[in-house]
C-alpha cells in the first residue's frame, strides 16, 4: 500500500528562523514524484516544491528546500527565513508515474509562524 | 493565466436536490480529477478523467458522477446530496505525458449539505 505519514500535526516558529516539516512515505515504485503542497487559509492548494525519486540532487526553491531520503523513505520541508505568510497547512503528496496520477495525501502539518 | 476555475466556492443545500460543481481549466491538460477534504481524512480522490469521455472512479465514487464532454470542463454531479457529502471539494488538472508535472487545483467548493 502506498502511504504518505506527516507526524507532525501542529507547529510553530518565530518570524525570521527557520523550521523543518517531516513527511514519510511508502511506495513499491520506483519511478515516483514527491511534493510539499501549502494550503494557506484562502483554501488555495499551492505547489511549493517538487522533487523527482531519480533525482539525487534536493530540490530547492528560493527560502523552501527538501531533504529527500530515498533508501529511508523521508522527505522533509525547510523553510529558511520563515515569514507569516507561510503560516498555512503543509502537506506532503506522493505520486507513482504511471499511476492514474492520483496524489496520495499525508493528513498535514498546520504550521504557525508567530510575529 | 494558467488556472483551474470552480464554482460556486461556497454551497448550502438541501438533502436530495441535485446539485453541480463546475470546473474548468485553460492550461489544455489532459488530466483532471475532483477530491474532497475532511478533517482528519486529508484528500481523497472521487473520479479522474484521462481524457474527453474518459472517466473513471477514484477511492469514494459513491454519490458522485463526473462527465467529460470537452476537454476544459470536468463538472461534479451530486444526484442526490447527502449530509455526509459536506466536505470541501477541489478540482484539479495536469499534464497528461511522460514527465510529470505537479496538480494545478482550484480554489476549492465548501458544500455543506442539510
Known amino acids: 500500500a502506498q502511504t504518505v505519514t506527516q507526524s507532525q500535526p501542529e507547529m510553530s516558529v518565530q518570524e525570521a528562523e527557520t523550521v523543518t516539516l517531516s513527511c514519510t512515505y511508502d511506495?513499491?515504485?520506483?519511478?515516483?514524484?514527491l511534493f510539499w503542497y501549502k494550503q494557506p487559509p484562502s483554501r488555495q492548494m499551492i505547489l511549493v516544491i517538487r522533487q523527482e525519486a531519480y533525482k539525487q540532487q534536493n530540490a530547492t526553491e528560493n527560502r523552501f528546500s527538501v531533504n529527500f531520503q530515498k533508501a529511508a523513505k523521508s522527505f522533509s520541508l525547510k523553510i529558511s527565513d520563515s515569514q507569516l505568510g507561510d503560516t498555512a497547512m503543509y502537506f506532503c503528496a506522493l505520486h507513482n508515474a504511471g499511476n492514474n496520477r492520483k496524489l496520495i495525501w499525508g493528513l498535514g502539518t498546520s504550521l504557525a509562524v508567530n510575529p | 493565466e494558467a488556472q483551474v476555475t470552480q464554482n460556486p466556492r461556497y454551497l448550502i443545500t438541501v438533502t436530495g436536490k441535485k446539485l453541480t460543481v463546475t470546473c474548468s481549466q485553460n492550461m489544455n491538460h489532459e488530466y483532471m480529477s475532483w477530491y474532497r477534504q475532511d478533517p482528519g481524512l486529508g484528500l481523497r480522490q472521487i473520479y479522474y478523467?484521462?481524457?474527453?469521455?474518459?472517466?473513471d472512479k477514484g477511492d469514494v465514487p459513491e454519490g458522485y458522477k463526473v462527465s467529460r464532454k470537452e476537454k476544459r470542463n470536468f463538472p461534479l454531479i451530486l444526484e442526490s446530496p447527502s449530509p455526509n457529502q459536506t466536505s470541501l471539494y477541489f478540482c484539479?488538472?495536469?499534464?497528461?505525458?511522460?514527465?510529470?508535472?505537479?496538480?494545478?487545483f482550484g480554489q476549492g467548493t465548501r458544500l455543506t449539505v442539510v
Open positions: 478523467s484521462m481524457n474527453v469521455e474518459v472517466t
Open positions: 484539479a488538472s495536469s499534464e497528461q505525458g511522460a514527465r510529470y508535472t505537479e496538480a494545478f
Open positions: 511506495t513499491s515504485e520506483s519511478n515516483y514524484y
